[in-house]
């Protein structure tokens, strides 16, 4: 996967939404977008009207960067939704919010996705009791995320759970702040994704292919 080393809040720029990439600055007066509410690059004030094409290609990078999963990674959970029975866009974000960075950065292990998906590759939790420092894993109904007791007074884990003590916890995760652990108690739907993105483009997109 190649690494991007740019600004990250160049991305939220360039999408017109807040995509949360750089965790508490992007509730500040400081976050990029809100001192900037244009594009990035020399022409990023001008106004272009977007083909058809262009709309489903932005649709699609939202919602990539928005989890920081890679091109072949997002297209790979697409091929999977189309597969299964179903809305296919409904069950692509199923499968984006069940990783477990993005349940790490749900439960407040983390103040943006890309700090979640660290720890994670730290082993910093478990899932049902055993060690998974892979943030691609995929969770299931009844799976219980912890921070493992090992780490739990790791200085880097003790500071992004006091930073988000008050964080509200999405309704298919039941949480439990004083084990600091989650247990998945439902699959994820399209409501319970705070990205504002029409996901009928990312079908139409794939759908040419």
Known sequence: MARYTDAVCKKCRREGVKLFLKGTRCNSNKCAIDRRTYAPGQHGKNRIKLSEYGLQLR???RAKQYYGVSESQFRKYYEEAFRREGVTADILFEQLELRLDNVAYRMGVGTSRAES????????????????????YICKVGDIIKVRDEKKNNKTIV???????????????????DKNQV????????????????ESLIVELYSKN
Do not use: C, F, H
């Open 117 to 136: 998906r660290q720890l994670v590759n730290y082993g910093m939790l478990e899932v049902n009791g055993k060690k998974v420092n892979i943030p691609s």
């Open 183 to 198: 247990t998945v108690i439902r699959k994820p739907v399209r409501d319970d994704v705070d990205l504002e993105v029409q």
């Open 59 to 61: 649709a699609k990078q």
């Open 159 to 177: 500071s992004v759970l006091e930073t988000n003590k008050l964080k509200a916890v999405p309704t298919w995760l039941n949480s439990d702040k």
